[in-house]
């Protein structure tokens, strides 16, 4: 391997894209498990690699540290001098470009940091420098830690470091932040999902908040930048960094469609896919592979409340992963649970159509639907992104969706 990411679990990594975007497609992703990391590190069989959890306290004993990494005491990436390790952490430069990308200030402020680990110790050293009031550190076994969190329910800030909340398990959250009064900012350096449920929660309270995928962009751009030896200004540092930035959300966002029974979600969500050169996904449909029966056979037979555990299940599922538009059913969304891993990876669009064209074939829910309309319409436009009024012409829809994404 002449460059790559070494680390226990992958499989959530975006590095080798970012990098093949760089223009480094000798870049690849290497799982190594921890019995093996000493044989991997010694025989310095690299030009330069990426280090993730859980080894970037591991690989510090066989480096040449430099002052960034020798001062946090953790290193994210190695480079090969004719069999000289050198460690750096450019895990500092990407969180400090996030912070300054963010409006989230840590001037005077109480920030409270989420894990005790390698990016840690990163973030606590830029918040350090940038005059935080006061910083607390909150582990699992440690003076600070989770069963003793309400002593710093004034905290200002929340940074995770914890892998909580990340995929596969997008379920989890590290704390509940309702309790946290004076919370201004909330910072998860987890990119995959976009949005954690720690940061759906801060947005459902109007609090600012950012994803780590600026920081995950903006470090590999500083170890590109260390592999090849080049040499560049802020400028057009930040202009490489927010070129691949886009690429990416574009590349990891899932287009979500949602409206009422008859709407035009499955046709739309198929052409749409097609124009975009992207995976459609159906969820009624994949219910019916799944269990064998239509929704409406579903509902007529185990009722809407087993239609419903069922729908949940699938819609958690699918939305967990990325690069896709996905349709959903109707009344999908009614569920909170449904409408967090939606958003999760979603950009969700709302296709409103005229009652009377909404087709009611084989939809027992639809028989009153006006009634329907009434409870579900509110929903659907508190949740989208945006909104589009569908007419008959489906090449219109598609270009007015397209252009609206751009």
Partial sequence: ????????????????????LFGNNEYKICEIPPENIKKFINSADFYGINVTIPYKKDVIPYCILSENAQQIGSVNTIINKNGKLYG???????FLYMSKKTNISFYG???????????????????????????????????????????????????????????????????????????????????????????????????NYINGLSMLVAQAWFSHKLFFDIDCNDTEDIEVIENILQKIEKM?????LIGMPGCGKTTIGKALAERLGVKFVDTDSKIETIIGKSPAELIETNGEEY???????????????????IATGGGSVLLPQNRDALMQNGFIIYLDREIEKLATDNRPLSKNIDALYKERAPVYNALCSIKINVNDNLEDNIKRITELLK
């Fill in 1 to 20: 391997m002449k460059y790559g990411l070494i680390g226990e679990k992958l499989s959530h990594s975006y590095s080798k894209t970012i990098h093949n």
């Fill in 88 to 94: 750096h952490n450019t895990d500092y430069f990407g």
């Fill in 109 to 207: 402020k109480k920030v409270l940091i989420l894990g005790s680990g390698g990016t840690s110790k990163t973030v606590s050293c830029v918040v350090q420098e940038s005059n935080a009031k006061e910083i607390v550190i909150v582990s699992r076994n440690g003076e600070n830690n989770y069963q003793n969190i309400e002593k710093h329910y004034d905290s200002d800030i929340i940074i995770n470091t914890t892998p909580v909340g990340m995929y596969p398990n997008n379920d989890g959250i590290p704390v509940d932040i309702a309790h946290f009064l004076h919370l201004n900012g909330v910072i998860d350096v987890i990119y995959n999902p976009i949005k954690t449920n720690l940061l759906l929660a801060a947005q459902r309270k109007n609090i």
């Fill in 252 to 256: 990891f966002r899932n287009i979500v």
């Fill in 307 to 325: 239609f419903r555990k069922i729908e949940s299940e699938i819609i958690l599922k699918t939305a967990k992963e990325t690069g896709q538009v």
